[in-house]
């Protein structure tokens, strides 16, 4: 990297469904879009060595600040290097704010117009963290895609208190592409707005113009169903930068990447495929399928006859539900293995569609396929509940 | 493997110093002796895959009878093409006999000349294992080197007892012999006889004049003592045959392995290396690190310098201890294959002093190493407790 690399981003191609190709340059390399982070929380993605992450198909992966700057502490991980040597990934890496984790696991916390003070969940310390502080926390970690500190809104949530933490948001937004100190670094906004249109709509006009490297829509897959997120999204990156990469945070199951591609989104992150792995829950082309069922017992076959994981390629039903009852260690890495590459896959295909200009019927032909049905259940029964 | 293999045991090289350089060969391959079998209790060497743990070196695994039994069931094991098969691992199988395990793991047993009733210590269902029956079982895994059933009587343990159990221990080694359907697989004696020294000659005299494929060491590391230990092989291994390999059961730490080489020992198993890593002690050419420690918190040095291993060529001892410490599952992988790859270059060194006939000085070098050093520092704590 020389001292005069700027993050960018190149839109290849655009589907006439509203899907787009395209590559976002970091300090680490390109990362081609859409794509999907897998979730690497505290310098390590769940039961798998770097060399494993990457041969799943992954170019790029997140981290969390807040749990970094917990432990092993953001100073640590500078003087080793930055997150990058310190976890051996020499891939881009993209942190989230802690924003999301502080209204989320930190015990007692307080907003104010400086920031967020919280108690770690971890010891009960006290700690307060500012947008000029979480860009700091971020560049010390050396991340080459920094997300702003923002407030998550619960969901529900009046609009009232939606529009004041709205404008908070984009307060805090300036603040943080202020402190900036490392411009080779990208520094993404994050649009709020709850599922209320008209806010999501202004949340995207004010953010465009401030001149972040990418815009992120933020609150969403927090209990308000599919058919809300997509509207939702609908409402939203119509009025988002064009030329500026999209990134819709924690989402989502493989129908949602589906979806949300088709309105416009280049970047996902979610702990979906790592987490279900580890409690045997797994994403095959007939749909989910729960490792532990005894109708597995003495099933010789590979868990997808259509996959070309390692897992696949080398395990039987039966193995891994022999693994996953016994809570081996290896049943979480040969599922994490299959759900990663399965997701991987998924973004590859997803990418040449667009490529070829047929996203439309790409995403037809996923939502009537077994694995675009059985997603479609889970969501159903999601919304009901 | 042709109908005609019979499991054989080659005596390459007796070094000065009473070390013994062979090979054992399986139906599924040759072992190099000395030789260290990392454990494989379900069917998995804890958290590693079976590419990593050839990787390491290890020529051989041992899987666990009684474990296997319940779950997931030789049945069914068989059923989906034997042990090798299920779990993915081409080389060479040992399988104990489940007797230890049963008298240390189950709830409630009762021990008759038939055999050992006892309770699975997951459900509380009740179970006969006889020797014709683990004979069987073992025989339904395809394990490449079989156990006979044999009762290890706790230590200590009176002389007249020990003398009982010894005598009904050589009954079922005959029906065990007689049990057998697949000569194609080894079948390997135990030698008890705890700590008497006049006990142990005769249990290995009367063991010889049967036609087993080996014959093994049970009943050691039990609490005895790395003197008691050593003293009880000094009396037992002179009388064992000669041309057949000996197995030291569930021994030992680096230090054990040295020693017992040099008292004519040719095979090893141990949950030492695995189990210690995942609680995060590991073997280094320095000593014992228990890698939790404040000092590593900003050490970017490799765990031990001298070590060519996965986890020491790409990771750093601040980045280990902040996986132990965060109860990451990529902490047990990277921790256990360093211990294990620690082990078999172990053997590898002895394997090759042998070799050189020069084991004396070889074994006198390591026993002043600082790795020596510290492993005599823990026989002696474990001596004064």
Not at 32 to 50: D, H, R
Not at 145 to 158: F, G, K, R, S, Y
Not at 251 to 258: H, N, R
Not at 342 to 370: P, V, W
Request: glycine share 8%.
């Amino acid at each position: 990297m020389t001292d005069a690399f700027r993050p960018s981003f190149d839109l290849l191609a655009t589907d006439p469904s509203g899907a787009r190709r395209g590559r976002l340059h970091t300090a680490h390399g390109p990362v081609e879009t859409p794509a999907f982070m897998p979730v690497g929380t505290l310098a390590t993605v769940k039961a798998l060595t770097p060399d494993e992450v990457r041969a799943t198909g992954a170019g790029m992966i997140l981290g969390n600040t807040y749990h970094l700057y917990l432990r092993p502490g953001h100073e640590v991980v500078r003087d080793l290097g930055g997150l990058h040597r310190f976890m051996n990934w020499d891939g881009p890496i993209l942190t989230d704010s802690g924003g999301f984790q502080v209204f989320s696991l930190a015990g007692f916390r307080k907003l104010s117009e400086e920031g967020v003070a919280f108690q770690s969940h971890l010891d009960g310390s006290r700690h307060l963290l500012t947008p000029e502080r979480v860009v700091g926390i971020q560049e010390a970690l050396g991340s080459d895609v920094m997300m702003v500190l923002d407030e998550c809104p619960p969901h529900p949530c009046d609009r009232r208190y939606l529009a004041e933490s709205l404008a908070r948001t984009n307060r805090w937004a300036e603040r943080s592409l202020a402190a900036r100190t490392r411009p080779e670094l990208a520094l993404f906004g994050i649009l709020q707005g709850g599922t209320d249109p008209d806010l999501r709509r202004r949340a995207a006009e004010s953010l465009a113009e401030l001149p972040f490297d990418g815009y992120a829509v933020g609150g969403l897959s927090v209990g308000e169903g599919q058919d809300a997120m997509l509207r939702t999204l609908d409402a939203t990156t119509p009025h988002m930068p064009r030329h500026r990469p999209r990134y819709l945070m924690g989402v989502g199951t493989p129908l949602d990447l589906v979806e949300a591609v088709e309105r416009g989104i280049d970047l996902f992150d979610c702990v979906l495929p790592t987490r279900t792995a580890r409690n045997g829950l797994l994403f095959t082309s007939q749909g989910r399928v729960a490792i532990k069922h005894a109708r597995f017992e003495r099933d010789s076959r590979p868990l997808d006859e259509a996959c070309d994981c390692t897992t696949c390629q080398s395990y039987s039903r039966a193995y891994l539900r022999h693994l996953y009852r016994s809570r081996e260690l290896l049943a979480s890495r040969l599922n994490t293995l299959h759900n990663l590459y399965y997701y991987q896959t998924l973004m590859r295909r997803i990418r040449a569609a667009i490529e070829a200009g047929d996203y439309g019927r790409f995403a037809e032909t996923f939502r009537s396929s077994e694995a675009g049905r059985s997603e479609r259940d889970v969501a159903r029964r999601k919304t009901r509940r």
